[in-house]
Structure formats: structure tokens, C-alpha cells
């Protein structure tokens, strides 16, 4: 399994951008990921969980961290303890930006 992400991790997020070019494979990442992601946020925010005004800068920031992760869990000493920690990280970046209250 790790394997099989280390290379899905390589060749999608390290080696694409050389293959397609820079703009080529901003306009998939765009149309794909970042778009399903956009759309989950929105939706968070239309319902109330979320107040933010910029949902693009949100969600490119967001997109960007789940990358970083994504590159380093491969190499990670622990990778169940990398995506629990980053889990708990974006739960409580997300929890910061709700309009509930407690």
C-alpha cells in the first residue's frame, strides 16, 4: 500500500507538472481536486460551518497542504501518525473558521 502511494504520490503530484507543464496541469488540478474541494467548502459555508470570506484563497491554501502531505507521507517514519496529526490539523483549522459557537 505504501508503495503503491509513493508512486501514485511521485508521478501525480511530483512528476506531473514536469510532464504536462506548469499551466497544463494547473487547469486539471483546478477543473478536479481543487474544484470538488471549492465545492465541499461552499457548501460548508452556505450551511453555516464555516466563515470566510475568500473561498478560492481557502481553498488553494488547503489544497496546497493536502499536497504537502501527500509528498511527505511516502517517506514518513510513522505515516499513520503523519495523517492523524494532519487530520487533527485541518479538523482544527476548519473548527477556527466556524461561525458556531462552542
Known amino acids: 500500500m505504501i508503495y503503491t502511494a509513493r508512486i501514485y504520490g511521485r508521478i501525480v503530484i511530483q512528476e ?3 510532464i504536462l507543464g506548469n499551466q497544463r496541469y494547473r487547469e486539471i488540478e483546478e477543473a478536479h481536486p481543487m474544484a470538488l474541494l471549492g465545492a465541499t467548502l461552499n457548501a460548508l459555508k452556505r450551511e453555516g460551518e464555516i466563515a ?4 478560492g484563497l481557502l481553498t488553494r491554501l488547503l489544497d496546497a497542504m493536502i499536497c ?9 517514519d510513522d505515516a ?15 473548527t477556527g473558521l466556524s ?3 462552542g
Open 16 to 18: 506531473a507538472p514536469a
Open 52 to 55: 470566510f470570506d475568500d473561498m
Open 68 to 76: 504537502k502531505v501527500a509528498i511527505m507521507l511516502p517517506d514518513a
Open 80 to 94: 499513520r501518525r503523519l495523517r492523524k496529526d494532519a487530520h487533527k490539523l485541518f479538523e482544527s483549522l476548519l
Open 99 to 101: 461561525q458556531k459557537e
